[in-house]
């Protein structure tokens, strides 16, 4: 029989894992090997990974990242399955996969007792095939009434939200998608006037369906146009007339795709950072032979060709992309071709970093990463190069490879076929980003300059403001959040719509950390997640952004928390600490600042009792979303009212924290502080701290 | 594809499956770790190494591996 190709690498890899039943026990090396996997491997890895028990995998790597996805829609949606299981397996999440009753998506959605309900979905996709409406329409029929059946169809669709939203664990979300217009239906009609009126009134459907969206608060539309539009066909009308399959496979893939970064996307692993190479990737000619003024991105066709990928880099950087080069190159020529084209839409100011030398692109990109305080994994990487592209797989596990070729035309579908900076949405802060990380880089040449670090400091004229979160904040809170590896208490993630709940909910201290110096302000760099219960605060998270580490931001956020209870007259402050993949480094925050560790039930930031509204910290469906000693408590406390409950029971590894407010630790002396656990204004005090008496309501 | 064990060759080869040639005759139903997804599947398979339609309706209905076999290359 021909194989119709040669199996490449990682296909025979992965094959050899497959024959030897050794997927579960080496899944970390699935993940490299999906990296660069071609469509058929995927294809192969969806069907061998699907009917893993993700338990197995467990056992053998307790770390892995899990995701709870059900699977529901119109007609037969199982192909859906392995597909997705390879996509999520490309990110390193392994899928707890239950597909719902076939076909029956309004008796999945609509009855909270149904098993799509009880399988306690993170994420449902609810894939709405082509003959979506027209299941409803009956022959003869006109555009009126295929108008009537997509609107009905459309509000049934916002109330099945609706009831996801409240049946679901709290945090999840439900994923509808645009349904395409076929032919086969559109040239039923043999009017070409009614043959418009279709498609405008069908645009319509889906705009209402988008304009449904909302990503932070638990309902996203998957828009397929785009995929249908680049040549993917929508249906199959063999297997949906035999076998109800009316989605092509090629359309489920691609789907598959589009879902796996939405999920990656709502789990805040979004990737923070491209970067790119120079020669054939974003100019035309080689730098170290045709010298500075020799490389091209306008003027002649190929040129102009680079220069138009060149201003899809900086549409992504607008967003809150950060850029940064990597060229083997001298790093004065370097310089000098970014400063002397002023014809290039990127100008040297909109990288971040940028590493030019003779060393590896793994060695550089790993220095990229470090300069800007990122985990190397949030990194995308962009190179024409085959051997360069293969030295940061190898050298740089987790970063993502663009591969674009010698076709410039072609490197900005390459770039963006996969998602890797989807976000559920953008704030304010994403937009500042890349300014933010100038001054960043500003700051570290400063100290560099500066002898001694303290008397760096001491230049800063740091001012740290922490108060309750102005509504227009709660946004780049939730991100904060989702984005935040390093410094976080807990891992826990939270959607806009639940720091809003709990910011609203009685007793709650839900802080924004604002900070700024003489480089400029940082805006929200911070967030404190803390409740007043009784005579105690219980700090259930508390995250700072990297940019600001190593300022003592730390320090003052927690001396000012700790003399903001005992002005408000409380006795103690409790705080956790929740191992995860990236937060070993915080363990000991709080001992470094006059915390005991404390052993026994009721320690810990313990759930307000009875609370259906305000998550404890492991009650959001988020919150273990990503982790996998939380991925099941956290979903099963955070159903219904049982908040409380899962507050006794500890985390693996988790510790907490109580601090007596006897001896406080001071506030580093050149920050000046404001903090207020609440709204009212803060008397100034001695020393020129301010910080807030008043006490939340308890009501 | 000549025979039987070439279509389960392809089924092993893509699909992941361990089957044996001693289940052509065996049910679908009674085959490990055989669903109703690989089937789906494995008629696009057989039209791209037959480079030519197959009857979906008759390999759809078929119940054994030897029955897709004969639905699909006989036709």
Known sequence: MPDRDPAPAPGAALRTLHARGRLAAEYPAVRELLAAADRDTLDFAGRVLAPLDPEEVLAHHPDTPVVRVAVTGRGTVGELVPALTAQLARHGILARTRVCGSGGYLGDLAD??????????????????????????????????????????????????????????????????????????????????????????????????????????????????????????????????????????????????????????????????????????????????????????????????????????????????????????????????????????????????????????????????????????????????????????????????VELDAEPALHTERLLADGWFDTPALTDEDRLRPVRYARRAARVSSEAASADHRAFLATLELRVEISPAREHELARLAQLTLRTNRFNLTGQRLSAEQVRQRAAAPGAAVLAVRAADRFGDEGVVGAVLARIDGNRLRVENLLLSCRVLGRGVEEAVLAGLLAAAREAGLTAVHAVWRPTRANAAVRTLCPRHGFRTVTGPGAGPKAPPGSGTAAGPAAGARAGSDREDGAETGVQTGRGTGAATGAESRAPGEVRFEHPLRTLPPVPGHITLRLRLTGEPAQPTADGTEVGACAPSRS | MRTVEELIELANAHLGTALAPADAERELTELAGWDSVHLLRLIGLLEQVLDRPVPVDAVLQARSLRDIWSAAVTA
């Open chain 1, 112 to 401: 909270p007792n149904s098993p799509l309900y009880a399988h306690r979905p993170e994420v449902t996709l609810c894939v709405l095939d082509p003959l979506t409406v027209w299941d409803t329409v009956e022959v003869p029929w006109q555009p009126l009434e295929v108008s009537v059946a997509a609107e009905r169809r459309r509000k049934v669709l916002g109330e099945l939200a609706q009831l996801h939203a409240a049946s679901a664990p709290r945090g999840a979300t439900l994923v509808l998608n645009t349904v395409p217009l076929l032919r086969r239906f559109t040239h039923q009609l043999t009017s070409l006037a009614q043959r418009a009126e279709l498609g405008g009134l069908w645009k319509q459907f889906n705009a209402d369906l988008l304009h449904m969206a909302r990503p932070s608060a638990g309902l996203a539309v998957l828009d397929l146009e785009p995929v249908t539009s680049a040549g993917v066909r929508a249906d199959e009308p063999r297997l949906g007339t035999y076998a109800e399959a009316h989605c092509t496979a090629d359309l489920l893939t691609h789907y598959a795709r589009e879902a796996a970064h939405l999920i990656r996307g709502l789990r805040g692993e979004a990737k923070k950072c491209l970067v790119l190479d120079l020669d054939g990737t974003l100019w035309d000619g080689v730098l170290a032979e045709d010298g500075p003024e020799g490389v091209t991105a306008a003027g002649t066709l190929r040129g102009a060709a680079f220069g138009a990928f060149q201003l899809t880099v900086k549409q992504l950087a607008a967003q809150g992309v950060l850029l940064a080069v990597c060229s083997r190159n001298d790093a004065e020529a370097v310089r000098r071709a970014l400063a002397e084209h002023p014809e290039f839409p990127l100008r040297p100011d909109d990288f971040a970093t940028v590493v030019a030398g003779w060393g590896s692109k793994a060695e550089g990109v790993r220095t990229v990463a470090e300069r800007l305080g990122l985990a190397p994994e949030a990194v995308v990487f962009a190179d024409d190069t085959p051997f360069e592209r293969e030295s940061v797989r190898a050298g740089v596990p987790g970063a993502a490879v």
